[in-house]
């Protein structure tokens, strides 16, 4: 079965940054779609950000022009690089992995982002 495993989360200040990873276990393939969802605690998950094996991204609306997903195909990994970080980003964040043709999903265990000052 497909892994996915988050790291680089932690503790920032507001304005700050960070680049989170996901290492995958498998090549992130041309059927694979992969992304980043968020929870805050009380929230429902949320998704903040997808890029296909193409290299076409979404965005979502409370994050965009602040953060930026992009893979390394030769690594197997996949980024989100969260920049001009606010209290609100506090939150879970877990890294997606979907089959599009199959529309199976793997999901990594997450890593904890908390933006205070």
């Known amino acids: 079965q497909v892994q996915l495993v988050e790291s680089g989360g932690g503790l920032v200040q507001p304005g700050g940054s960070l680049r989170l990873s996901c290492a995958v276990s498998?090549?992130?393939?041309?059927?694979?779609?992969m992304g980043w969802y968020r929870q805050a605690p009380g929230y429902q998950r949320e998704w903040v950000a997808t890029?296909?094996?193409?290299?076409?991204?979404n965005i979502a609306d409370s994050v965009k022009g602040r953060f930026t997903i992009s893979t390394d195909n030769a690594k197997n990994t996949v980024y989100l690089q969260m920049n001009s970080l606010k209290p609100e980003d506090t939150a879970i964040y877990y890294c997606?992995?979907?089959?599009?043709?199959?529309?199976?999903?793997?999901w990594g265990q997450g890593t904890q982002v908390t933006v205070s000052s």
């Open positions: 997606n992995l979907r089959n599009v043709l199959t529309a199976r999903e793997y």
């Open positions: 498998e090549r992130i393939a041309l059927v694979n779609r």
């Open positions: 890029i296909t094996s193409g290299g076409s991204t």
